[in-house]
């Protein structure tokens, strides 16, 4: 089975929310079920502390997506060695990660890098690719949610790139 990790800063947040997501996404593609599995870690994060309430709350609300027995874990050597595609949510994250396992940089994205690949949009004509998912992290709930659908509609493009590949 292919891992799929999800990486932020604390493993509260962004990454147990985009893990949340990509199971539920998982379990509507039959085909992909016995194909992949996910799991979350962060670059600083406090091993076994849940995950954030509003991140809870903001998954339920959404999408009836409990994520509430979600434990942080602290990204190990071991996590990005079994991991077959590791998805950061910032590009800071990507760099961080990859200084500490450069081996790993063909297998490392920010997840609108690799959601969207050359057909991400610009901000505007004048700036950069925004390819981080900014952290909600000590935000309203209504933040949260933002975050949470920004997370998921590059999740629901993740699963089906995942999807196509498998088909060819």
Known sequence: MKSILFVCTGNTCRSSMAEGIFKAELAKEKRLVNEFSTSSAGISACDGEPASQNAVKA??????????????????????????????????????????????????????????????????HNTVLDLDIRDPYGMSVEVYKKCAIEIKDAVVKVVEKLKNRMVT
């Open 59 to 124: 998954m339920m609300d959404l999408w009836s997506l409990d994520i509430s027995g979600h434990k942080a874990r602290l990204l190990k050597k071991e996590h990005v060695d079994d991991a077959f595609l590791i998805l950061t949510m910032t590009k800071s994250h990507k760099h961080a990660l990859l200084t500490l396992f450069p081996e790993a940089e063909n297998k490392t994205f920010t997840l609108k890098e690799f959601a969207h690949g050359a057909e991400m949009p610009e901000k505007s």
